[in-house]
């Protein structure tokens, strides 16, 4: 009994510890974003919200974020549909030809970010010009094999015999993929999405070696940016990013609650 | 005379505002084949668990061989359980499964190499010793549960529904496997369940809860043929269970018809349930009979014909060997010895939700 | 006809995998063995062997290991609490400990030159306390703690997965047997977790190694990672696209050891962890 107390004790400490080493630096952003101190955002110069109000003139920034969201929705897009699509082509083949898909799959994931981004340019500079389109298709790569990876277990799982019930049932064999077998999928596609769209938003190593000049992600925005002192903007930014993830966690975990207790 | 070797006392269990267990007592001799039965929710398995230590009850004691263990941990205690769903250790061998507890107990490596050895035999596995858990059977999976709990020499075995996950062939054959086991261990087995034709077959006294509540405890024969109240006898097989009346000694009202019996001392028309078991029906001619009905449907069930009859505005449930075909009269009679009569529950709380 | 119609689907994804995975890494091969005038050479592969470039490959290799090693250390005991925690109630305190990983990487980062610069967090808050400065800004030590910070949630993630997946029963099973709490988690729940140890430590390995953005960021130029080198060879004023394909396929090839070598080790490992 008493060993179980001071476990549940040290267990709580540990936990606190954890939860102020991740967000400790997320704190660090959102004082700077409210730091008077135009340059050194280290050294607290008194309250100001002006870094809000320049965020919404910043023509910079709000192309960036516009890129930035436009090349994670895509991207995003093609990927869950490609990947979604060969997870029902590989239900009907041999293991090996599987096996051979997603080993191709895993090369993109397990390679090196920075060997992917060199691969890629080496291969648009020789044929086209690099544009917002290779950046495109460059996050794609770069994050497809997240749906495949997170639709394949489902697809694997799939209750073959609904799926040949609708066939029997005369369904043809979009009708079936449609009505029984992607709603099965979605799951595990909603999850793939989310992933994709994240390690989207995340990246910058394949961004940095694909991207046009002129345009810029977050990534690649502050990455050239940061040297001459962030701009107060970008911290603002950052902590309504913050703030807006932080309520839809909480909206969420609020509706999965309600929905628990109507449940039981 | 057999020995007391667990003794529950008082003991309270509830998980939020749900009352589990309701201040049971229960107490459990050695070498006995002991069987908890009852519907999922009645607080069988929680009584296990409280024994084996995985549960902590609200109030009450649990005695262990004289014992107080109640704050025990389950490492502490010298009992082992046998899980629902095996509980193998996915990663090891069989025989590093079987030799689990015996290195806890730092026993010498002769030693246990014997004991794999003796357990695996009677398990009926011999030579498993170096296979995985997940290249094995439901039921050989289930035998090695048993092999890991008992090379650890405990004077009780849990069983947790142990034969829940297999088919009804292989649960038959465990059924004897065992009994069989029991008898040449010579340990306790509690055995909770919620199947009664396997609580009939293997035990030597049934606990039969329901709702948090002990509501018979006996040998089978006791609980199949004198049902304590209208919840056992439903639950232990099928029965035709009546509102009736006790006119007085040996003498019942029964659908308004009056049937002699055996029973006394129930009083003075006391309203009383009675408890006729199907196979005690005799269906004869309508002349012969007590009561006279019509048979409404007529079931070919293999060792018997299952038929409904409708007599006295009640459906009758009849097991006989012979069919009398849908739409002819007969008459309905009983052994007076056959008649189980019941006092009515007293509480809400007891009389619950029947099976099916 | 009816798996005819499935496999079709697979084509446009096998097609993007082969256009624009498996053809650029071909032309990395095609790049790193040939020289500018296209001749045949080995010189960009042999060049990681010249110190300039086998210096930064070694301290890339030990620093992720010690990002690793961080990461491990915190994330396995986190993810052992959070096992106990969540299963009683839902997985809102388990997203709590992977929220940052919705902040952008190099928001991240920044956030850390904010707390290790020299006038910093860090040094404001020892000052307070009456304690000398520590100057970390430009550091092994910061880009490790930068990188550490990025990646820990991939670590935190596959581990309590793989944690949540051990049956209760397996475990009470064990403490049935008579197993104490070292015990079980000895014999019991480290070894069931190694598949999730595993992929956690793939997914911070392999970026940590190959970072070049955070030793720039916080290592301020005095940290020169493999990820640097074969930047700078693309992107300086001595760009040389041969030899940075030549280094990035030593920086795969080095990868592809460590994995082989880890999961050997893996495999000893396992076999000698049960008494």
């Given at each position: 009994m008493v060993k179980k107390k001071i476990r549940g004790v040290f267990s709580r400490c540990y936990l606190g510890l954890i939860l102020i080493i991740l967000y400790l630096p997320i704190l660090m952003l959102i004082i700077a974003s409210v730091n008077?101190?135009?340059?050194?955002?280290?050294?607290?110069?008194g309250f100001s919200l002006q870094g809000y109000v320049d965020l919404f003139e910043n023509e910079t920034i709000r192309q960036a974020l516009i890129t930035t969201l436009l090349l994670a929705a895509g991207a995003g897009l093609i990927a869950t549909v490609l990947g979604t699509m060969v997870c029902i082509g590989m239900m009907g083949m041999r293991k090996r030809t599987r096996a051979a898909i997603m080993g191709v799959t895993n090369i993109p994931l397990l390679n090196a970010d920075i060997v992917t981004g060199i691969a890629l340019m080496l291969l648009f500079s020789r044929f086209v010009e690099l544009s917002f389109w290779t950046m495109l298709v460059a996050h794609v790569t770069l994050i497809i094999p997240y749906v495949t990876l997170s639709v394949q277990p489902k697809a694997a799982q799939l209750n073959m015999s609904a799926y040949e019930a609708a066939i029997d049932l005369g369904a043809t064999f979009p009708y079936a993929v449609w009505k029984v077998v992607l709603p099965e999928l979605m799951p595990g596609i909603l999850t793939g999405f989310l992933l994709a769209f994240t390690m989207s938003l995340d990246d910058f190593s394949v961004t940095y070696f694909t991207k046009a000049p002129g345009i810029h992600t977050m990534s690649t925005m502050i990455n050239a940016e940061y040297r001459r002192g962030i701009q107060t903007e970008i911290y603002a930014l950052s902590t309504l990013v913050f703030l807006i993830v932080l309520l839809a966690l909480f909206l969420m975990n609020r509706r999965s609650r309600t929905a628990q207790r109507e449940g039981e | 005379m057999a020995k007391k070797l667990i003794d529950l006392i008082d003991i309270s269990k509830s998980y939020g505002n749900k009352?589990?267990?309701?201040?049971m007592n229960l107490y459990m001799n050695e070498n006995r084949f002991l069987t908890l039965l009852g519907?999922?929710?009645?607080g069988k398995t929680t009584t296990l668990r409280i024994i084996g230590g995985f549960e902590t009850p609200d109030t009450g004691r649990v005695i262990f061989d004289g014992k107080?263990?109640?704050?025990?941990?389950p490492n502490e205690r010298q009992l082992n359980t046998v899980f629902q769903k095996y509980a193998?250790?996915?990663?090891?061998?069989i025989e590093e499964n079987i030799a689990f507890g015996l290195k806890i107990k730092k026993k010498s490596r002769a030693y246990i190499k014997d004991k794999i050895k003796y357990a695996l035999k009677l398990v009926n596995?011999?030579?498993?010793?170096?296979?995985?858990?997940?290249?094995?059977?439901g039921g050989q999976q289930q035998r090695i549960a048993i092999a890991r709990a008992i090379v650890n020499e405990p004077k009780v075995l849990l069983l947790d529904e142990?034969?829940?996950?297999?088919d009804l062939k292989l649960r038959q054959d465990m059924q004897y496997e065992l009994i069989r086991l029991k008898n040449e261990l010579g340990i306790t087995f509690i055995y909770v369940t919620h199947d009664q034709e396997e609580a009939l077959t293997m035990s030597d006294t049934i606990v039969v809860m329901n709702q948090g509540y002990i509501q018979q405890i006996g040998t089978p024969e006791d609980i199949y043929?004198?049902?304590?109240n209208a919840f056992v006898a439903d639950f232990i097989g099928e029965s035709n269970i009546i509102d009736s009346?006790?006119?007085?000694?040996k003498l019942v009202e029964i659908l308004g018809t009056r049937f002699p019996c055996?029973?006394?001392?129930?009083?003075?028309n006391q309203p009383v349930d009675v408890v006729i078991r199907p196979e005690d029906i005799v269906l004869t001619e309508p002349s012969d009979g007590i009561l006279q009905g019509r048979v409404l449907s007529g079931i070919f069930k293999g060792v018997h014909y299952e038929m409904e009859v409708e007599a006295n505005g009640f459906v009758w449930l009849v097991h006989s060997t012979v069919l009398k075909e849908p739409g002819t009269q007969v008459g309905i009679w009983v052994d007076p010895f056959n008649i189980q009569i019941m006092n009515k529950p007293?509480?809400?709380?007891?009389?619950v939700e029947v099976r099916e | 006809m009816r798996k005819l119609g499935a496999r079709i689907l697979a084509g446009p994804y096998m097609i993007w995998m082969l256009v624009f995975t498996i053809i650029p890494l071909l032309l990395i091969l095609y790049n790193a063995f040939t020289n500018t005038g296209g001749q045949f050479t080995l010189g960009n592969v042999a060049a990681i062997a010249d110190p300039v470039n086998a210096g930064p490959l070694w301290l890339s290799l030990k620093m992720s290991v010690a990002v690793t090693g961080i990461c491990l250390i915190l994330a396995f005991p986190l993810a052992l609490i959070l096992r106990q925690i969540s299963?009683?109630?839902?997985s809102f305190i388990v997203m709590i400990f992977i929220?940052?990983?919705?902040?952008n990487f190099m928001l991240r980062t920044l956030a850390w030159r904010l707390i290790l610069l020299n006038n910093g967090f860090l040094n404001q808050a020892l000052n307070i306390m009456d304690m000398d400065p520590i100057?970390?800004?430009?550091?092994k030590t910061a880009v490790i703690l930068g990188t550490a910070y990025d990646y820990f949630p991939f670590m935190v993630l596959p581990i309590y997965n793989a944690l949540v997946k051990i049956d209760r029963d397996v475990i009470q099973a064990a403490q049935d047997l008579g197993a104490g709490d070292w015990v079980i988690l000895g014999r019991i729940i480290l070894p069931l977790s190694i598949p999730g140890i595993v992929s956690g430590i793939t997914m911070v390995l392999v970026p940590s190694m190959s970072e070049f953005v955070i030793a720039s960021m916080?290592?301020?130029?005095?940290?020169?990672m493999i990820g640097n080198v074969i930047e700078q060879a693309f992107n300086?004023?001595?760009?040389?696209t041969h030899l940075g394909c030549g280094l990035s396929l030593s920086l795969m090839g080095l990868i592809i050891i460590s994995m082989i070598a880890y999961y050997f080790f893996d495999r000893g490992g396992e076999g000698s962890a049960l008494w």
């Open positions: 008077a101190s135009p340059r050194n955002k280290a050294i607290w110069q | 009352l589990i267990l309701d201040d519907p999922s929710g009645c107080d263990i109640t704050q025990l941990p193998l250790f996915p990663h090891m061998t596995l011999d030579g498993y010793e170096k296979r995985m858990p997940d290249s094995l059977s142990p034969l829940g996950a297999l043929n004198e049902p304590q009346v006790m006119l007085e000694d055996v029973d006394v001392g129930f009083g003075r007293e509480s809400e709380d007891e009389e | 299963s009683d109630k839902n929220l940052p990983m919705w902040m100057y970390l800004m430009n550091t916080l290592g301020g130029g005095k940290v020169y300086s004023g001595y760009a040389d």
